[in-house]
C-alpha cells in the first residue's frame, strides 16, 4: 500500500495511525510545500508506543524502517514553534513490500526471460518517472504558493500607490486653484 498525501499543519500535535507494517523507501519521506520557513517537527511511534523517528525543524527528510511489529504506527507533524504560520506538508510512506511484476517472479527462482527482463527495466524506469514527476509537482506547488504570495503583495502595493496617487493629484489641483483664486475683501464687515 502507499500512500501520498498533502495536508496542512496546525500548531497543536495532530497524531494519525497507519495500520499494517511501515516500511518508508529512500524515495520517499516528507517536505514541507508552503508556510513560514518551510520546517515542521515529524516523528513516528510503533504500535507499543515507543518512537522509532523524531526529527524537529526541518523541511524535507526520508527515512527506512522495516516494521518489527505489526498494528497501528502513528505519526506527527507539529508546528509548535511557529504558531502564526500555516504549512502544508506532502509526505509519502508506503506499507508492506511491493508485490512482483509477474506472479511467477515470486515463487520461483530461475533467470527471466528476454520478456521478463524487458518487463522489469520498463517498470524501474516507469517507477523513476512517478518520482521525478513528484519531485516536479511538490516544486510547481512551491512556485505557485511564492508566485500567489508575491501577487498578493504586488496588489496591495499597487493599491496603495493608486491611493496616493489619486490624494497627490486632488491636492495639487486644490493647490493651484487656490493661486487663481481672487480673494476679495468682505465689504460688510469692514463698514462696522
Known amino acids: 500500500m502507499k500512500g ?77 514553534f511557529s504558531t502564526f504560520s500555516h504549512k502544508t506538508v506532502y509526505f509519502d510512506f508506503r506499507v508492506g513490500d511491493e508485490p512482483p511484476i509477474l506472479p511467477e517472479m515470486g515463487s520461483k527462482v530461475t533467470a527471466l526471460t528476454q520478456m521478463e527482463s524487458a518487463c522489469v527495466t520498463i517498470h524501474e524506469a516507469l517507477r523513476t518517472v512517478i518520482d521525478s514527476q513528484t519531485h516536479y509537482r511538490l516544486r510547481e506547488a512551491q512556485d505557485r504558493a511564492r508566485a500567489e504570495d508575491l501577487h498578493s503583495r ?26 487663481f483664486t481672487e480673494k476679495r475683501p468682505v465689504v460688510g464687515a469692514a463698514r462696522s
Open 4 to 80: 501520498r498525501v498533502s495536508r496542512s499543519v496546525s500548531a497543536r500535535p495532530a497524531w494519525r495511525a497507519v495500520p499494517g507494517k511501515v516500511t518508508t523507501g529512500p524515495g520517499s519521506g516528507r517536505q514541507v510545500i508552503s508556510g513560514g520557513h518551510f520546517d515542521v517537527d515529524c516523528s513516528v511511534q510503533d504500535p507499543l508506543g515507543s518512537t522509532i523517528y523524531r526529527e524537529t525543524r526541518k523541511q524535507y527528510d526520508s527515512f527506512t524502517h522495516q516494521a518489527a511489529h505489526t498494528g497501528a504506527y502513528r505519526f506527527c507533524f507539529s508546528n509548535e
Open 154 to 179: 504586488v496588489s496591495y502595493w499597487s493599491l496603495g500607490e493608486t491611493l496616493a496617487l489619486c490624494v497627490v493629484g486632488v491636492s495639487q489641483v486644490l493647490l493651484l486653484k487656490s493661486f
